[in-house]
């Protein structure tokens, strides 16, 4: 009789095993359920950072081959669902598409904005925020056979921009008896601006200097030209080298040439040297969670691009402010 009560124990006890495992495998496909259904929410989260819509941005042709370098960046890498539309109308042709109801999102310049413009933004009730993106430097450019004007002063510079000197052997006695050609951009183009107010101090251009609209229509006309002479940022230069020359620029101790270690507002070449902006509206970075990301991606990555696209970067200390005064606006 003990032995059956034995047995009956032993019988009792396994099946309480049994059931105490069951119980623990159920709670484990529970758990594993749940960690499912976690990562399944942690997944959705994740696509939920995807953003769609578009960015749309013109102005400046200097500042374009960066901002369409970002933008091709940002599209391929950052986000695949926005499209980035990159213009090039010119620094104030742009400034008057970004300065209307429904404009655009960013206007590329390569100068300040006016005070006329500010005032326009305020009557349009436009916050705008100016995003400093790189340095440029204003590069005088000739003929590839020119072997004699490989060096100018800046005054000999301006003398030959404001029609002081009509043949090459006017700036120097030695140098070819021939008319020179000036070319330039047009005043659609903060280069234009910058060049008449910064390096003319706002006397008028020689009455036939050849303005034009395109940069690359600027690179051909001078390659073409024996005895030209233009001007425009050192990007289109750096692009084109084996088509123009650049001139070296004597500021008082000699020429320099502008290169990515000359370029810098307090070196070699400072005195050609300008900052490249881009400017934001800042309603529509609020409105649209697209054209605030895109504007703290081109600050965080700006630097990291301007040498392939011929600027030199600004300071790193400057683009990280910049960086935390847009993620303000978040």
């Known amino acids: 009789m003990k032995f059956k009560k034995y047995l009956m124990f032993l019988v009792v006890a396994a099946l309480a095993v049994v059931l105490v495992a069951c119980g623990d495998s159920e709670e484990d496909n529970k758990s594993g359920d749940n960690a499912s259904e976690n990562t399944d929410n942690g997944s959705e989260d994740k696509a939920s950072e995807e953003l769609e819509g578009s960015v749309v941005i013109d102005g400046s042709g200097t500042v374009f081959p960066l901002m369409s370098k970002l933008a091709e960046n940002y599209m391929l890498d950052e986000q695949p669902n926005v499209s980035v539309e990159v213009s090039r109308a010119g620094t104030s042709a742009g400034f008057e598409k970004f300065l209307q109801e429904n404009g655009t999102d960013f206007n590329d310049a390569s100068r300040l904005i006016k005070d006329e413009e500010k005032s326009k933004a305020e009557e349009l009730g436009i916050e705008v925020k100016e995003l400093k993106v790189a340095l440029d430097g204003l590069t005088i450019v000739t003929h590839p ?16 921009f404001l029609g002081e000197y009509t043949n090459w052997s ?32 706002e006397q008028d251009l020689v009455s036939d200097i050849n303005l034009q609209q395109d940069y690359s229509t600027l690179v051909t006309l001078v390659s073409e030209d024996t005895n030209a002479i233009g001007f425009f940022g050192f990007g289109y230069y750096d692009s084109n080298k084996e088509k ?46 697209q054209v605030l990301d895109y504007a703290i991606y081109v600050m965080e990555n700006a630097n990291n691009v301007a040498g392939e696209t011929g600027f030199a970067p600004i300071p790193e200390e400057e683009a990280s402010s910049l960086v935390e005064e847009l993620k303000g606006l978040q």
Do not use: C, M
């Not at 056979?145 to 030959?160: F, H, P, R, S, Y």
């Not at 650049?246 to 070449?269: C, H, K, M, N, R």
């Open 145 to 160: 056979d020119n072997d004699w004007a490989t060096e100018l002063t800046t005054d000999q510079v301006k003398g030959i």
């Open 170 to 201: 006017d700036v120097n006695a030695d140098w070819p008896n021939e008319k020179i050609q000036t070319y330039g951009p047009n005043e659609n183009h903060g280069t234009y601006e910058f060049f008449y107010e910064n390096i003319l101090e």
């Open 244 to 289: 123009v020359n650049a001139v070296g620029i004597d500021f008082g101790e000699g020429a320099v040439i502008p290169s990515l270690d000359t370029i810098a507002e307090d070196g070699d070449y400072a005195g050609f040297t300008r900052p490249v902006f881009t400017y934001l509206n800042v309603n529509n970075a609020k409105d649209k969670e």
